[in-house]
């Protein structure tokens, strides 16, 4: 498969420790700032459908802010109830000042 980088953010609109949703070719991203890193996935929690920046980030978890599962987003991965299916992740590329997302 190959790979299709899409310029996402400036690297310096991803806040530390912190979700922002940017709009990347009509679909809706989280971005993170963890560690100095900046992670991706999809904006929806997959339970309540509730925007993913609007929850809370503690370490590489966000919690959905409408009933409060948690995702890793290193991988997507559903920590706790009520959820049951993860969330997609894309690969992050930061090139200068810049995030770029591989949506394929």
């Given amino acids: 498969m190959t790979e299709t980088w899409?310029?996402?953010a400036l690297l310096s609109s991803v806040p530390?420790?912190?979700?922002?949703?940017?709009?990347v070719e009509g679909k809706?991203?989280?971005l993170y700032g963890v560690?100095?890193?900046v992670y991706a996935t999809d904006n929806l929690?997959?339970?309540?459908?509730?925007?993913?920046?609007d929850g809370f980030l503690e370490g590489h978890e966000i919690e959905c802010p409408l009933h409060q599962g948690r995702f890793d987003i290193r991988n997507g991965a559903a920590m706790c109830a009520p959820?049951?299916?993860?969330?997609r992740t894309y690969p992050v590329r930061?090139?200068?000042h810049r995030v770029y997302l591989d949506l394929g």
């Fill in 94 to 96: 930061i090139e200068g």
């Fill in 28 to 30: 809706e991203i989280a």
């Fill in 45 to 53: 929690c997959t339970h309540g459908h509730a925007r993913l920046c």
């Fill in 83 to 87: 959820l049951t299916e993860g969330i």
């Fill in 16 to 23: 530390q420790d912190d979700v922002i949703a940017v709009a």
């Fill in 35 to 37: 560690d100095g890193n």
């Fill in 6 to 8: 899409i310029e996402a």
